[in-house]
Protein backbone atom coordinates (compact mmCIF):
# COMPACT_ATOMS: atom_id res chain seq x y z
CA UNK A 1 0.00 0.00 0.00
CA UNK A 2 1.18 3.54 -1.10
CA UNK A 3 1.87 5.30 2.36
CA UNK A 4 4.05 8.05 3.49
CA UNK A 5 4.90 8.86 6.79
CA UNK A 6 6.27 12.70 8.72
CA UNK A 7 7.32 11.10 12.01
CA UNK A 8 7.33 14.44 14.12
CA UNK A 9 3.72 16.35 14.60
CA UNK A 10 5.64 18.97 15.96
CA UNK A 11 9.30 20.42 15.00
CA UNK A 12 10.33 23.59 17.07
CA UNK A 13 13.97 25.08 16.39
CA UNK A 14 16.22 28.56 16.69
CA UNK A 15 16.34 31.20 14.07
CA UNK A 16 19.38 30.38 11.93
CA UNK A 17 19.72 26.63 12.86
CA UNK A 18 19.57 23.81 10.75
CA UNK A 19 15.98 21.86 9.65
CA UNK A 20 15.02 18.85 8.78
CA UNK A 21 11.81 17.72 8.36
CA UNK A 22 11.09 14.13 7.81
CA UNK A 23 9.29 11.94 5.29
CA UNK A 24 9.45 8.40 4.72
CA UNK A 25 7.22 6.48 2.01
CA UNK A 26 6.17 3.35 0.73
CA UNK A 27 5.91 3.04 -2.96
CA UNK A 28 5.85 -0.12 -5.31
CA UNK A 29 6.47 1.54 -8.27
CA UNK A 30 8.54 4.97 -9.72
CA UNK A 31 7.87 7.79 -7.06
CA UNK A 32 7.64 11.32 -7.36
CA UNK A 33 7.09 13.34 -4.56
CA UNK A 34 6.35 16.45 -3.50
CA UNK A 35 6.51 18.76 -0.48
CA UNK A 36 3.92 21.11 0.31
CA UNK A 37 3.65 24.29 2.73
CA UNK A 38 0.70 25.66 4.72
CA UNK A 39 1.62 28.96 6.37
CA UNK A 40 -1.00 30.72 9.06
CA UNK A 41 -4.15 31.87 7.61
CA UNK A 42 -3.43 31.01 3.87
CA UNK A 43 -3.73 28.21 1.85
CA UNK A 44 -1.83 24.75 0.83
CA UNK A 45 0.85 25.35 -1.80
CA UNK A 46 3.66 23.55 -3.70
CA UNK A 47 7.25 24.14 -2.19
CA UNK A 48 9.22 21.62 -3.97
CA UNK A 49 9.31 18.34 -5.76
CA UNK A 50 11.94 16.46 -6.03
CA UNK A 51 12.08 15.97 -10.48
CA UNK A 52 12.81 19.78 -10.29
CA UNK A 53 16.09 19.32 -8.02
CA UNK A 54 15.55 22.99 -7.32
CA UNK A 55 15.78 24.43 -4.17
CA UNK A 56 12.85 27.47 -3.21
CA UNK A 57 13.22 29.62 -0.20
CA UNK A 58 16.52 28.22 1.06
CA UNK A 59 14.96 24.59 1.31
CA UNK A 60 16.47 21.32 -0.53
CA UNK A 61 15.08 17.99 -0.46
CA UNK A 62 16.60 14.45 -1.63
CA UNK A 63 14.86 11.75 -2.85
CA UNK A 64 16.74 8.86 -1.68
CA UNK A 65 15.14 5.04 -2.97
CA UNK A 66 16.95 2.94 -0.73
CA UNK A 67 16.20 4.57 2.13
CA UNK A 68 12.48 5.73 1.04
CA UNK A 69 12.96 9.07 2.51
CA UNK A 70 12.50 12.47 0.78
CA UNK A 71 13.54 14.40 3.89
CA UNK A 72 13.42 18.56 3.88
CA UNK A 73 16.66 20.35 4.26
CA UNK A 74 17.11 24.25 5.13
CA UNK A 75 20.72 24.67 6.50
CA UNK A 76 19.32 28.14 7.99
CA UNK A 77 15.97 28.28 9.78
CA UNK A 78 13.89 31.66 9.69
CA UNK A 79 11.09 32.56 11.56
CA UNK A 80 9.37 33.10 8.19
CA UNK A 81 9.74 29.29 7.45
CA UNK A 82 7.00 28.73 10.57
CA UNK A 83 4.10 26.63 9.00
CA UNK A 84 2.70 23.31 8.47
CA UNK A 85 4.48 21.32 5.75
CA UNK A 86 3.03 17.78 4.39
CA UNK A 87 5.22 15.80 2.87
CA UNK A 88 3.05 14.07 -0.70
CA UNK A 89 3.52 11.47 -2.91
CA UNK A 90 1.42 11.40 -6.47
CA UNK A 91 0.40 7.82 -7.22
CA UNK A 92 0.60 6.87 -11.22
CA UNK A 93 -0.77 9.30 -13.58
CA UNK A 94 -4.22 10.03 -12.14
CA UNK A 95 -2.44 13.32 -10.12
CA UNK A 96 -3.90 11.79 -6.78
CA UNK A 97 -1.66 12.98 -3.85
CA UNK A 98 -0.92 10.99 -0.81
CA UNK A 99 -0.03 13.23 2.05
CA UNK A 100 1.85 12.82 5.27
CA UNK A 101 0.07 14.18 8.66
CA UNK A 102 2.00 17.07 8.13
CA UNK A 103 4.67 18.55 10.75
CA UNK A 104 4.68 22.16 12.02
CA UNK A 105 7.90 23.71 11.77
CA UNK A 106 8.32 26.46 14.55
CA UNK A 107 11.21 28.74 14.34
CA UNK A 108 11.96 30.64 17.23
CA UNK A 109 13.52 33.85 17.94
CA UNK B 1 -6.10 34.79 -13.40
CA UNK B 2 -8.23 33.96 -10.77
CA UNK B 3 -7.73 31.60 -7.80
CA UNK B 4 -9.19 28.32 -6.86
CA UNK B 5 -12.24 29.50 -4.84
CA UNK B 6 -14.61 27.36 -2.90
CA UNK B 7 -17.94 28.18 -1.20
CA UNK B 8 -19.41 28.17 1.39
CA UNK B 9 -16.45 28.76 3.70
CA UNK B 10 -18.18 26.99 6.48
CA UNK B 11 -21.62 25.75 7.28
CA UNK B 12 -23.23 23.76 9.98
CA UNK B 13 -25.59 20.32 9.39
CA UNK B 14 -26.91 17.13 11.46
CA UNK B 15 -26.30 14.05 10.67
CA UNK B 16 -28.32 12.31 7.83
CA UNK B 17 -28.80 15.47 5.96
CA UNK B 18 -26.67 16.24 2.61
CA UNK B 19 -24.46 18.72 1.54
CA UNK B 20 -23.21 20.27 -1.75
CA UNK B 21 -19.87 21.91 -1.76
CA UNK B 22 -18.82 23.93 -4.85
CA UNK B 23 -15.35 24.75 -6.19
CA UNK B 24 -14.25 27.03 -9.49
CA UNK B 25 -10.91 26.24 -10.88
CA UNK B 26 -8.76 28.68 -11.67
CA UNK B 27 -8.67 30.36 -15.12
CA UNK B 28 -7.52 27.72 -17.86
CA UNK B 29 -7.48 24.52 -15.70
CA UNK B 30 -9.42 21.63 -17.01
CA UNK B 31 -9.21 19.48 -13.82
CA UNK B 32 -10.05 19.04 -10.29
CA UNK B 33 -9.36 17.11 -6.94
CA UNK B 34 -10.94 17.08 -3.67
CA UNK B 35 -9.71 16.28 -0.93
CA UNK B 36 -11.15 15.61 2.53
CA UNK B 37 -8.69 17.12 5.86
CA UNK B 38 -9.90 15.70 9.47
CA UNK B 39 -8.51 17.70 12.20
CA UNK B 40 -4.67 17.24 12.49
CA UNK B 41 -4.11 15.21 9.23
CA UNK B 42 -3.11 15.47 5.97
CA UNK B 43 -5.70 15.93 2.85
CA UNK B 44 -6.95 12.46 1.75
CA UNK B 45 -7.86 12.10 -1.64
CA UNK B 46 -11.80 11.69 -2.81
CA UNK B 47 -12.23 11.65 -6.16
CA UNK B 48 -10.55 13.75 -9.41
CA UNK B 49 -12.71 15.30 -12.53
CA UNK B 50 -11.15 15.90 -15.46
CA UNK B 51 -13.65 17.21 -18.53
CA UNK B 52 -16.51 16.20 -17.14
CA UNK B 53 -15.52 12.27 -16.11
CA UNK B 54 -14.93 11.11 -12.86
CA UNK B 55 -10.78 10.21 -13.26
CA UNK B 56 -9.92 8.44 -10.03
CA UNK B 57 -11.49 7.47 -6.89
CA UNK B 58 -10.04 7.01 -2.99
CA UNK B 59 -11.78 4.61 -0.71
CA UNK B 60 -14.86 7.01 0.47
CA UNK B 61 -18.32 5.17 0.29
CA UNK B 62 -20.59 6.14 -2.82
CA UNK B 63 -22.64 8.54 -0.52
CA UNK B 64 -19.56 10.94 -1.69
CA UNK B 65 -20.20 12.21 -5.58
CA UNK B 66 -19.34 14.93 -7.50
CA UNK B 67 -19.82 16.54 -10.44
CA UNK B 68 -17.97 18.42 -12.77
CA UNK B 69 -19.58 21.33 -15.15
CA UNK B 70 -18.95 22.72 -19.07
CA UNK B 71 -16.79 25.58 -17.77
CA UNK B 72 -14.94 22.82 -15.35
CA UNK B 73 -16.28 23.86 -11.98
CA UNK B 74 -17.38 21.59 -9.41
CA UNK B 75 -19.30 19.90 -7.03
CA UNK B 76 -19.30 17.58 -4.19
CA UNK B 77 -22.15 16.43 -2.66
CA UNK B 78 -22.32 14.42 0.57
CA UNK B 79 -25.32 12.26 1.34
CA UNK B 80 -26.51 11.05 5.05
CA UNK B 81 -24.05 12.56 6.77
CA UNK B 82 -22.10 11.07 9.49
CA UNK B 83 -20.49 12.83 12.56
CA UNK B 84 -17.13 11.80 10.93
CA UNK B 85 -17.67 13.38 7.78
CA UNK B 86 -16.53 16.52 9.78
CA UNK B 87 -13.67 18.38 8.23
CA UNK B 88 -12.09 20.80 6.07
CA UNK B 89 -12.97 19.86 2.71
CA UNK B 90 -9.92 20.96 -0.23
CA UNK B 91 -10.60 21.46 -3.99
CA UNK B 92 -7.55 21.50 -6.54
CA UNK B 93 -7.60 22.21 -10.12
CA UNK B 94 -4.98 21.34 -12.57
CA UNK B 95 -4.70 21.60 -15.84
CA UNK B 96 -4.73 17.77 -16.59
CA UNK B 97 -5.33 14.63 -15.31
CA UNK B 98 -2.37 13.20 -15.99
CA UNK B 99 -0.63 15.04 -12.96
CA UNK B 100 2.29 16.31 -14.38
CA UNK B 101 1.08 20.17 -13.44
CA UNK B 102 1.17 21.71 -10.27
CA UNK B 103 -2.59 21.36 -8.55
CA UNK B 104 -3.45 24.77 -6.98
CA UNK B 105 -5.67 24.54 -4.00
CA UNK B 106 -8.44 26.17 -2.66
CA UNK B 107 -8.64 28.09 0.53
CA UNK B 108 -11.41 24.99 1.66
CA UNK B 109 -15.04 24.53 3.26
CA UNK B 110 -15.31 23.42 6.54
CA UNK B 111 -18.14 21.38 7.44
CA UNK B 112 -18.89 20.34 10.61
CA UNK B 113 -21.39 17.61 10.88
CA UNK B 114 -23.54 18.06 14.66
Known amino acids: AQRVTQPEKLLSVFKGAPVELKCNYSYSGSPELFWYVQYSRQRLQLLLRHISRESIKGFTADLNKGETSFHLKKPFAQEEDSAMYYC???????????FGQGTTLQVKP | ETGVTQSPTHLIKTRGQQVTLRCSSQ?????VSWYQQALGQGPQFIFQYYREEENGRGNFPPRFSGLQFPNYSSELNVNALELDDSALYLCASSLASGGKHEQFFGPGTRLTVL
Open chain 2, 27 to 31: SGHNT
Open chain 1, 88 to 98: ALKRDNTGKLI
